[in-house]
């Protein structure tokens, strides 16, 4: 089984200023995805970013990027040049390779400050 | 884009009513997803289905019974609701074929039992 912890419930950041969410997992399998999605109040879970647990190269989407550190099964999420429109519920999950079971953090509720 | 909707964004029923939840897909997946969100416990899987008429418990069945008749829709019936029902239902699909196992999510239903 798997587990996802996101240890900050709530984080805020000065709009433009960067900001790192955190996300750390334990997992048995080799082979593995990690997401980050993004809820926004009222509206729909998105896909921000995501990374493949055998990729070293860490993926970057524009303002978002992660630091993915295998060994330390830690998936941070850090999100540069901040805009209100990031404000946001953000889950981390995490699927094995080979099935269906998608685990989810507790989530981190993202309050940008003008 | 995919689209998953649901039927309902708000919705107050009383205990000991019988609730469904439908939610439609219009990209074809085989999966569908049936997820519980509360405040400080993230996403948690109620069922899921793999195909038309079939289905797999997840972490948290009790309570609640699915039935996917068609493959772009999949409904979640609360049998006779309680008030420890209340939550934020999210419906979710993705492909058997997706390299990611990525999971679109639909707007979500909050749900309130009186």
């Known amino acids: 089984a798997q587990t996802v912890t996101q240890s900050q419930p709530e984080m805020s950041v000065q709009e433009a200023e960067t900001v790192t969410l955190s996300c750390t997992y334990d997992t048995s399998e080799s082979d593995y995805y990690l997401f980050w999605y993004k809820q926004p109040p009222s509206r729909q879970m998105i896909l921000v970013i995501r990374?493949?647990?055998?990729?070293?190269q860490n993926a970057t989407e524009n303002r978002f990027s992660v630091n993915f550190q295998k060994a330390a099964k830690s998936f941070s999420l850090k999100i540069s040049d901040s805009q209100l429109g990031d404000a946001a519920m953000y889950f981390c999950?995490?699927?094995?390779?080979?099935?269906?079971?998608?685990?989810f953090g507790a989530g981190t509720r993202l309050t940008v400050k003008p | 884009d995919v689209k998953v909707t649901q039927s309902s964004r708000y919705l107050v029923k009383r205990t000991g009513e019988k609730v469904f939840l439908e939610c439609v897909q219009d990209?074809?997946?085989?999966?569908m997803f049936w997820y519980r969100q509360d405040p400080g416990l993230g996403l948690r899987l109620i069922y899921f289905s793999y195909d038309v008429k079939m289905k797999e418990k997840g972490d948290i069945p009790e309570g609640y019974s699915v039935s996917r008749e068609k493959k772009e829709r999949f409904s979640l019936i609360l049998e006779s609701a309680s008030t420890n029902q209340t939550s934020m239902y999210l419906c979710?699909?993705?492909?058997?074929?997706?390299?990611?196992?990525?999971?679109?999510f639909g707007p979500g239903t909050r749900l309130t039992v009186l």
């Open positions: 990209m074809d997946h085989e999966n």
């Open positions: 990374q493949e647990a055998y990729k070293q």
């Open positions: 999950a995490l699927i094995p390779y080979n099935n269906n079971d998608m685990r």
């Open positions: 979710a699909s993705a492909t058997s074929g997706s390299m990611y196992n990525e999971q679109f």
